[in-house]
């Protein structure tokens, strides 16, 4: 009769410190935990993730407008953008402010966070009027083939 060899999963008993073993594609690494040697799961490394979406026609935007988009996730899902055309071009910014994540909207010539009332720069992000402290998360923007494009990386 021959012994298994001892299954490894987070938290059960190892003898080397730093050895690594891979089981079913997941790694694991012996640390010291409170003075026993035990098998941790490795940590992930996270790789960026880029993905470029036609968002509008060149054509659905003027100058001094600005339109909300939703743009798909790297990661799945979507997260809402706002789009504005400017004289120095096309600025693509989170439609989530920055003080408690309420989409913004374009009121006059501001974004403005219905809940709280911050007030942005739609063409920097940039706070123009509090409680939000920071700017708008800013994305890559470009217009090409009458089409316009938005960048959203994520880590």
């Not at 073993?21 to 098998?39: Q, S």
């Not at 911050?118 to 998360?137: E, K, N």
């Amino acid at each position: 009769m021959s012994a298994a060899a001892p299954a490894i999963s987070a938290g059960s008993p190892c003898q080397v410190k730093g050895r690594e073993k891979t089981v079913d594609g997941v790694t694991y690494i012996c640390r010291n935990a409170k003075g026993k040697l035990v098998w941790r799961r490795s940590p992930l490394v996270s790789q960026e993730q880029i993905i470029t979406v036609r968002v509008l026609e060149s054509a659905a935007l003027e100058i001094g407008k600005t339109s909300i988009v939703s743009v798909p996730l790297p990661t799945g899902g979507s997260s809402g953008v706002v789009v504005t055309r400017t004289d120095a071009g096309i600025t693509a910014l989170s439609v989530n402010c920055t003080h408690a994540g309420f989409p913004v909207a374009r009121v006059g010539k501001l974004l403005e966070c219905e809940l709280h009332g911050s007030q942005f720069d739609p063409t920097t992000g940039s706070v123009i009027t509090g409680p939000a402290s920071r700017s708008l998360l800013r994305y890559d923007a470009t217009e090409s083939n009458g089409g316009i494009y938005v960048t959203i990386r994520s880590y």
